[in-house]
T-cell receptor, first 109, second 112 residues
Framework: GQNIDQPTEMTATEGAIVQINCTYQ??????LFWYQQHAGEAPTFLSY????GLEEKGRFSSFLSRSKGYSYLLLKELQMKDSASYLC??????????FGKGTRLSVIA | DGGITQSPKYLFRKEGQNVTLSCEQN?????MYWYRQDPGQGLRLIYY???????QKGDIAEGYSVSREKKESFPLTVTSAQKNPTAFYLC???????????FGPGTRLTVL
């Protein structure tokens, strides 16, 4: 089976930088995904990492270390609209994604 | 995401009734998925289908049934055997080359 851990809640200040961590244990690792989910809405895709390193996409970046079973999502220049849940998901082999429970981020003024 | 529709957005049913949730896509993708989301539980996989006329159980398939008679459609039936059916139901498609999943808007089912 798979085990995916991420913090339950985080709070950060508007304009700041926040890092949301995700650790996982799995065999046959085949990709790590980050999704954003606003309250009451469906998740939207943010990023995909399958090789070690940093993937940058505007204000959002995602990092992966396969040897450590570790990823983080970095959000820069935080805006109030970034208040949402952030879901980490892992794929093993050809099986469907397994999702963590999500990290609820609150951005305060 | 665009091209994936779920209707209705909100659905109310009486306990003991079966209810079918629709999921339609016009993106021509083979893989489709059904997830359930409860507060504090994250997304849990109910059923998935990687090709027409074939589907597999996910982690919490008991009390649910699906069909995949057409590529565009993957309806989910919540049967009376499902003990706690009230939840947010999300349908997704998988894009080849990594299986990035894109979600429909979801249906919030409340069983009274």
């Amino acid at each position: 089976g798979q085990n995916i851990d991420q913090p339950t809640e985080m709070t950060a200040t508007e304009g700041a930088i926040v890092q949301i961590n995700c650790t996982y244990q799995t065999s046959g690792f085949n990709g790590l995904f980050w999704y954003q989910q606003h309250a009451g809405e469906a998740p939207t895709f943010l990023s995909y990492n399958v090789l070690d390193g940093l993937e940058e996409k505007g204000r959002f970046s995602s990092f992966l270390s396969r040897s450590k079973g570790y990823s983080y999502l970095l959000l820069k220049e935080l805006q109030m609209k970034d208040s949402a849940s952030y879901l980490c998901a892992v794929r093993s082999g050809n099986t469907p994604l397994v999702f963590g429970k999500g990290t609820r981020l609150s951005v305060i003024a | 995401d665009g091209g994936i529709t779920q209707s209705p957005k909100y659905l109310f049913r009486k306990e003991g009734q079966n209810v079918t949730l629709s999921c339609e896509q016009n993106l021509n993708h083979d893989a489709m998925y059904w997830y359930r989301q409860d507060p504090g539980q994250g997304l849990r996989l109910i059923y998935y289908s990687q090709i027409v006329n074939d589907f597999q159980k996910g982690d919490i398939a008991e009390g649910y049934s699906v069909s995949r008679e057409k590529k565009e459609s993957f309806p989910l039936t919540v049967t009376s055997a499902q003990k706690n059916p009230t939840a947010f139901y999300l349908c997704a498609i998988g894009v080849p080359g990594g299986d990035t999943q894109y979600f429909g808007p979801g249906t919030r089912l409340t069983v009274l």
